[in-house]
């Protein structure tokens, strides 16, 4: 027989400080949930890797799997990839409950929108009466509160399915619905982007590592109506490169949403983020943009974060378009902001711009979702939801009062 562990000869309750043997059923009942949390947090940190760089699999028969098929499968094993970066995929819990009582969108129970894909609003952009407008800001609220306290437990040791728990958990004890949640089938609550990874991460059992970056995107439904906002974090101590990254990002949107107000045209959203980042040596991801938000999670307008290529001079333009229109894949590689349209009063949509270190190209992960950098260098996101006003721009999911103070350069 193999040799165990004498490791219950020293544990202790928590709750009636009595050793392992001498603790009661009562107390083991009464305290199950912290139990619980501790067996967990026991369980992750055994978490290994084998030869092939495949999570140890201890964790397959309390159903954590990899994700694979933008959630609509899993596998015990590591899936083969040519990963960008250094980052890899860890195991996911099962799908997280919400109450009966709480009003759901339409893909909640079998993954599918049903309205979202075919209503006008995603080819005209809606004017908000009064009445969605209130509800929208209680919505947003409750989101800005919710990734509060997602943000209040970024520490290295943490792992993301724990984040997840805290949204999910803050979303429904405000009687909202993580909208991400089997939303096209997505696994989980909220998306938890790190380091390379530029958006749409899962929740998983990896545990956050100093020097990290972490993006954390969460929407609630509440009320009819959606709220979407995300912030990049820093986990320990983050070198100066990801600082300036994560930094500069920030500045981007703030740059953008200085400039909405009535008459603006959609595209001059990219122009703004576009010429701050290059300004940086930075690069504008292309593959995700902006979107109208309201009833719908996502509809009309699209907001492109990147500029037009109509930048230089009219001789450097004329080889450009040449050099262009003889190479399909450049022309691709340089596609412009083309989006129609300018802002009215009572629009409400996202601007949520991704700035890489390296280049803006992407890849996608085997698990469907997870978009992470071609290069494998670092990738960041700030978003907020925004109403457009007679007179300017409110900002639906900004800080409060009570808001962490995670942010340092808004301390300066």
Known sequence: MAGGSD?????????????????????????????????????LSSLGTDGAGGQNSDLASEGWLYCLRKGQ???????????????????????????????KPDWANDGVPKVEPNSDWQHRVEIKTPDQIER?????????EVLDAAARMIRPGVTTDEIDRVVHEATVAA???????????????????????????????????????????????????????????????????????????????????????????????GEVINRHASMSGLSVVKSYCGHGIGEL?????????????????????????????????????????????????????????????GVWRDQMWPDGWTAVTADGKRSAQFE??????????EVLTARLPSSPDVLPWLNK
Request: hydrophobic content about 35%.
């Open 175 to 269: 009687g909202a619905y993580p909208s991400p949640l089997n939303y096209h089938f997505f696994p989980k609550s909220c998306c938890t982007s790190v380091n390379e990874v530029i958006c749409h991460g899962i929740p998983d059992a990896r545990k956050l590592e100093d020097g990290d970056i972490i993006n954390v995107d969460v929407t609630v439904y509440y009320k009819g109506v959606h709220g979407d906002l995300n912030e990049t974090y820093f986990v320990g101590n983050v070198d100066e490169a990801s600082r300036k990254l994560v930094q500069c990002t920030y500045e981007c949107l703030d740059k953008a949403i200085s400039i909405v107000k009535p008459g603006v045209r959609f595209r001059d959203v």
């Open 7 to 43: 490791a219950a000869e020293t544990l202790s309750c928590a709750r009636c400080s009595n050793p392992a043997s001498l603790h009661t059923q009562d107390c083991f009942k009464a305290s199950w949930s912290s139990h619980k949390s501790v067996h967990l947090k026991a369980k």
């Open 384 to 393: 907020h939801t925004l109403l457009v006003t007679e007179t300017g721009v």
């Open 73 to 103: 499968s899993r596998t015990p094993k590591l899936p083969p990839f040519n990963w960008t970066g250094s980052l890899r995929p860890y195991p996911i819990s099962v799908k997280r409950n919400v109450p009966a009582h709480i009003d």
């Open 297 to 357: 999670f996502h509809c009309a307008p699209n907001i492109p974060h990147y500029g037009s290529i109509l930048v230089r001079s009219s001789f450097a333009n004329l080889l450009h378009f040449i050099f262009m229109f003889n190479c399909p894949k450049c022309f691709m590689e340089n596609r412009g902001n083309k989006a129609v349209g300018v802002m009215k009063a009572g629009q409400t949509f996202t601007i949520e711009p991704m700035i890489n270190a």
């Open 136 to 144: 929208m800001r209680e919505t947003c609220r409750i989101a800005r």
